[in-house]
T-cell receptor, first 108, second 118 residues
Framework: GEDVEQSLFLSVREGDSSVINCTYT??????LYWYKQEPGAGLQLLTY?????DMKQDQRLTVLLNKKDKHLSLRIADTQTGDSAIYFC????????FGAGTRLTVKP | KAGVTQTPRYLIKTRGQQVTLSCSPI?????VSWYQQTPGQGLQFLFE???????NKGNFPGRFSGRQFSNSRSEMNVSTLELGDSALYLC?????????????????FGAGTRLSVL
């Protein structure tokens, strides 16, 4: 199975909060990342968190890390239609490992 | 500072042909990684080059090959193209090779080359 797992789809209404979840298996991961991919484009780094942190906030984005459960989440506050995209989590150990991506659909 | 540049953006080839894709990393970055992205298989790692040496390789057949030049620019080649090779090929660069160096391992992606094999 995949080392990094994400649910494939998430649908929310504009203005609501979105929470995208990710689980990873390598407890020695040092950094964890969130990337965003819009249609026809490459992956854009959104944010990252060091493994000794529990939370990181950056404007509308909040990353939560639970090392005990190897669980990472990305919360997008006040979700907009422009946030519709595929979101990938990734972990960095000896190499970079990506999840399969969560397709976020924002309905007006 | 210019981002990662991939050329060409789009390619159409026929089965049996070969293709070469190019990637210019962010200035100063020494590591280049290649990925294949398809709707069915998602994002799959092809290989990583660091200082002109292949450091890691994914589970792809020998038809897929790559190289890195002294200026860190990289090319990947696919020979004897098959229909299943149709995909978005993404290149990513980072300061250092994959590892535990924190922000120096962050990968920055190009816009990709969309390859269609007919």
């Amino acid at each position: 199975g995949e080392d990094v797992e994400q649910s494939l789809f998430l649908s929310v209404r504009e203005g609501d909060s979105s929470v995208i979840n990710c689980t990873y298996t390598d407890s020695s991961s040092t950094y964890l990342y969130w990337y965003k991919q819009e249609p026809g484009a490459g992956l854009q780094l959104l944010t990252y968190i060091f493994s000794n942190m529990d939370m990181k906030q950056d404007q509308r984005l909040t990353v939560l890390l639970n090392k005990k459960d190897k669980h990472l989440s990305l919360r997008i506050a006040d979700t907009q239609t422009g946030d519709s995209a595929i979101y990938f989590c990734a972990e960095s150990t000896d190499d970079m490992r990506f999840g399969a991506g969560t397709r976020l659909t924002v309905k007006p | 500072k210019a981002g990662v540049t991939q050329t060409p953006r789009y390619l159409i080839k026929t089965r049996g042909q070969q293709v070469t894709l190019s990637c210019s990393p962010i200035s100063g970055h020494r590591s280049v990684s290649w990925y294949q992205q398809t709707p069915g298989q998602g994002l799959q790692f092809l290989f990583e080059y660091f200082s002109e040496t292949q450091r890691n390789k994914g589970n792809f057949p020998g038809r897929f090959s790559g190289r890195q030049f002294s200026n860190s620019r990289s090319e990947m080649n696919v020979s004897t193209l098959e229909l299943g090779d149709s995909a978005l090929y993404l290149c990513a660069s980072s300061w250092e090779a994959s590892g535990r160096l924190g922000t120096k391992n962050i990968q920055y992606f190009g816009a990709g080359t969309r390859l269609s094999v007919l």
